[in-house]
């Protein structure tokens, strides 16, 4: 199995910028889905942005405008950069991989993405 490693993760305050990124084990961009979710605390986990295998982009509403999901299929590594950043934009951060169904009505879904990393936590202050 394909091993999903992120970084990037820190303390940031409010209006502040970080870039997540997540380096595969070996190349898997553009052969699955790739997505980044998050966690708060005592919140239920929820998908950020998703990249689909032809190139379409997926962001909750939350984070549009503000965050970019990226890939470098050179280095096999998946990007997030978060701009503006909100105190409620803190939690832990998770890249994914999966096999959505083709135009899935739910594409921030977790439920296709079966492969994690461990994830790296983002802390935004007021």
């Known amino acids: 199995q394909v091993q999903l490693v992120e970084s990037g993760g820190g303390s940031v305050q409010a209006g502040g910028s970080l870039r997540l990124s997540c380096t595969a084990s070996r190349y898997t961009y553009g052969r699955r889905s790739m997505g980044w979710f998050r966690q708060a605390p005592r919140k239920e986990r929820e998908g950020v942005a998703v990249i689909t295998t032809d190139g379409r982009t997926f962001y909750a509403d939350s984070v549009k405008g503000r965050f970019t999901i990226s890939q470098d299929n050179d280095k096999n590594t998946l990007y997030l950069q978060m701009n503006s950043l909100k105190p409620e934009d803190t939690g832990m951060y998770y890249c994914?991989?999966?096999?959505?169904?083709?135009?899935?009505?739910?594409?921030?879904?977790?439920?296709?993405?079966?492969?994690w990393g461990q994830g790296t936590q983002v802390t935004v202050s007021s």
């Open positions: 994914a991989s999966g096999y959505p169904p083709p135009n899935y009505d739910y594409p921030l879904s977790a439920t296709y993405f079966t492969n």
